[in-house]
């Protein structure tokens, strides 16, 4: 029986990786592949699961933990999605505040599944806005710079990197990201795609096939600045459903909740490494978000519906206090709602600043 063949796609929050992943997983189906996908996060309610389930794909979840500190948890899951069905493919989705993933994901794949697993190339997606600042040395770029380290600390660890959303940027601006990379990660092999509008994405593919030596990248990494970094930023994952006596469009009512969140954030000063909201009902679903304080809110999966009664979750990644967070997230809401007469119920929120990485596995030398 071959091994199942692993890719991990890494990446700053709201750099684009899960709608690299759904593109990935339909072009392998289209191919007759079995595609299973693991998402990751730091809480239950994630909106990407979601989005990911609701555009068919099979999607196990590992909650509670990022996958370097649930180790287990991830392999656990990869085997609950073959119990059925074993996939061809599995694609992993880890938390986009989490870097050391080569020593603590891949190697460990590499030395105690190396017959199960064959590990594709590392790649990293590189998210332009904040990106770029960060790696100018602005020193208004968004972020503490615990949490720039992070950032370029998952540069670093990459077979190769992506830089992604490559509609929105200018020839020169992508120019100057792919001067910028070549001159602070040497030899990293840099692509460029949309994963929105497909541009780019047959060298992506192309990347991901190729076999050989990787994961070898060998690299320092302060555990205190990296704890500092990740606790910097309040997380929020938050379940509710909306009901209305008229119909109300869905796409409306959450790029309505996007919009809101993102004017009053700014209003404090805090800025938004990403905002997500889901809407789902009777077979339909829509995506919002948003990626950085100076962005603009875009409906990125539209459900063209409207509905009476709906199912939303709410993802929200800021560098802002988790209570001050709860307190932004349900006044969005609330007054998304009122506007649209409707009315919100809210049933779970979770909202906390992530604890400090504690790895299942740290394999630092090279396996084979």
């Given at each position: 029986?071959?091994?199942?063949?692993?890719?991990?796609?890494?990446?700053?929050?709201?750099?684009?990786?899960?709608?690299?992943?759904?593109?990935?997983?339909?072009?392998?189906?289209?191919?007759?592949?079995?595609?299973?996908?693991?998402?990751?996060?730091?809480?239950?309610?994630?909106?990407?699961?979601?989005?990911?389930?609701?555009?068919?794909?099979?999607?196990?979840?590992?909650?509670?933990?990022?996958?370097?500190?649930?180790?287990?948890?991830?392999?656990?899951?990869?085997?609950?999605?073959?119990?059925?069905?074993?996939?061809?493919?599995?694609?992993a989705e880890p938390v986009g505040s989490c870097t050391d993933l080569v020593a603590t994901v891949v190697r460990p794949l590499q030395k105690q599944y190396g017959g199960s697993f064959d590990v594709a190339p590392y790649g990293v997606l590189l998210k332009p806005g904040h990106g770029s600042r960060i790696l100018r040395g602005e020193k208004k770029g968004g972020f503490s710079p615990q949490a720039a380290y992070i950032f370029k600390k998952q540069l670093e660890e990459a077979d190769f990197v992506v830089i992604n959303r490559?509609?929105?940027?200018?020839?020169?601006?992508?120019?100057?990201?792919?001067?910028?990379?070549?001159?602070?990660?040497?030899?990293?092999?840099?692509?460029?795609?949309?994963?929105?509008?497909?541009?780019?994405?047959?060298?992506?593919?192309?990347?991901?096939?190729?076999?050989?030596?990787?994961?070898?990248?060998?690299?320092?990494?302060?555990?205190?600045?990296?704890?500092?970094?990740?606790?910097?930023?309040?997380?929020?994952?938050?379940?509710?459903?909306?009901?209305?006596?008229?119909?109300?469009?869905?796409?409306?009512?959450?790029?309505?909740?996007?919009?809101?969140?993102?004017?009053?954030?700014?209003?404090?000063?805090?800025?938004?490494?990403?905002?997500?909201?889901?809407?789902?009902?009777?077979?339909?679903?829509?995506?919002?978000?948003?990626?950085?304080?100076?962005?603009?809110?875009?409906?990125?999966?539209?459900?063209?519906?409207?509905?009476?009664?709906?199912?939303?979750?709410?993802?929200?990644?800021?560098?802002?206090?988790?209570?001050?967070?709860?307190?932004?997230?349900?006044?969005?809401?609330?007054?998304?709602?009122?506007?649209?007469?409707?009315?919100?119920?809210?049933?779970?929120?979770?909202?906390?600043?992530?604890?400090?990485?504690?790895?299942?596995?740290?394999?630092?030398?090279?396996?084979?």
């Amino acid at each position: 029986m071959p091994p199942i063949r692993f890719i991990m796609l890494g990446g700053f929050l709201g750099a684009g990786k899960t709608t690299t992943i759904a593109r990935l997983a339909r072009h392998y189906q289209n191919q007759g592949k079995r595609i299973g996908i693991v998402t990751n996060d730091q809480a239950t309610d994630l909106v990407d699961t979601n989005s990911l389930r609701s555009q068919g794909f099979e999607v196990g979840e590992v909650p509670g933990s990022c996958f370097c500190c649930n180790f287990n948890a991830l392999t656990a899951t990869v085997e609950s999605l073959s119990a059925d069905e074993r996939p061809d493919i599995v694609i992993a989705e880890p938390v986009g505040s989490c870097t050391d993933l080569v020593a603590t994901v891949v190697r460990p794949l590499q030395k105690q599944y190396g017959g199960s697993f064959d590990v594709a190339p590392y790649g990293v997606l590189l998210k332009p806005g904040h990106g770029s600042r960060i790696l100018r040395g602005e020193k208004k770029g968004g972020f503490s710079p615990q949490a720039a380290y992070i950032f370029k600390k998952q540069l670093e660890e990459a077979d190769f990197v992506v830089i992604n959303r490559m509609d929105e940027l200018t020839p020169p601006e992508a120019d100057e990201l792919t001067r910028l990379l070549g001159e602070q990660f040497p030899g990293i092999p840099v692509l460029r795609q949309s994963a929105k509008s497909g541009a780019g994405f047959d060298a992506l593919v192309e990347f991901l096939e190729q076999r050989g030596s990787f994961g070898r990248r060998l690299m320092d990494l302060d555990y205190d600045v990296y704890a500092e970094g990740e606790a910097e930023l309040g997380w929020l994952n938050s379940s509710l459903t909306v009901t209305a006596e008229r119909e109300l469009d869905l796409d409306d009512l959450l790029l309505s909740i996007i919009t809101r969140l993102r004017d009053s954030l700014a209003g404090i000063d805090a800025e938004t490494a990403h905002l997500k909201a889901i809407g789902m009902a009777e077979g339909l679903y829509g995506v919002a978000n948003l990626v950085s304080s100076s962005a603009s809110p875009e409906l990125s999966l539209p459900s063209n519906g409207r509905v009476k009664e709906a199912q939303l979750v709410v993802n929200a990644r800021v560098a802002t206090a988790p209570e001050t967070l709860i307190e932004q997230v349900t006044s969005a809401v609330a007054a998304a709602c009122s506007a649209a007469d409707a009315r919100p119920t809210f049933h779970q929120t979770q909202s906390f600043r992530p604890g400090r990485p504690q790895p299942t596995h740290r394999i630092l030398e090279t396996v084979g």
